[in-house]
C-alpha cells in the first residue's frame, strides 16, 4: 500500500518541531545565564543542546532513523529496476547506525 506525503506539509511539521526545541532550548539559556535558574523543574536540561539524553537527542535520532528508512525504500525500488542499489542500502546502514548511536546515548546503555 502506496503512502502519499506531501512535502510541504512534512516540511512544515518539521519546521515547527525544530523551532519548539530551539524556542525552548533559548529559553532555558535565558533563565539559566540573566535569572540565575539553572533547573526550572527540570526543563532547562531537558532541552539544552549541548547535552546527551534529552529531547532534542531524542528527536535527532529519530529523524536519522526516518531517513535511514527512506534510503532503504530508495535502495529496494532501485533493487526492481536492477540498477546497482549497493550505495543506497550503504547509506541506508549508515544512517541507522548514526541514529542507533544517537538512540542508546540516549537511553545510557
Known amino acids: 500500500m502506496p503512502v502519499d506525503f ?14 519548539f526545541l ?12 540573566f535569572f540565575d535558574h539553572d533547573y526550572i523543574y527540570g526543563l532547562t536540561p531537558l532541552f539544552n543542546f549541548d547535552t546527551e ?13 526516518t531517513v535511514s528508512v527512506l534510503l532503504f ?3 529496494f ?11 543506497w542500502f550503504a547509506l541506508s546502514a549508515i544512517f541507522l547506525f548514526l541514529s542507533m548511536d544517537e538512540f542508546f546515548q540516549f537511553m545510557n546503555f
Not at 22 to 33: D, E, Q
Open 6 to 19: 506531501k512535502p510541504f506539509a512534512v516540511l512544515k511539521i518539521l519546521i515547527f518541531f525544530i523551532f
Open 77 to 87: 525500488s532501485r533493487k526492481k529496476s536492477e540498477i546497482d542499489n549497493k550505495l
Open 22 to 33: 530551539l524556542t525552548a532550548n533559548l529559553f532555558g539559556i535565558v533563565f539559566k545565564y
Open 73 to 75: 525504500k530508495i535502495a
Open 53 to 65: 539524553k534529552n529531547i532534542p537527542s531524542l528527536y535527532s535520532s529519530l529523524a536519522l532513523a
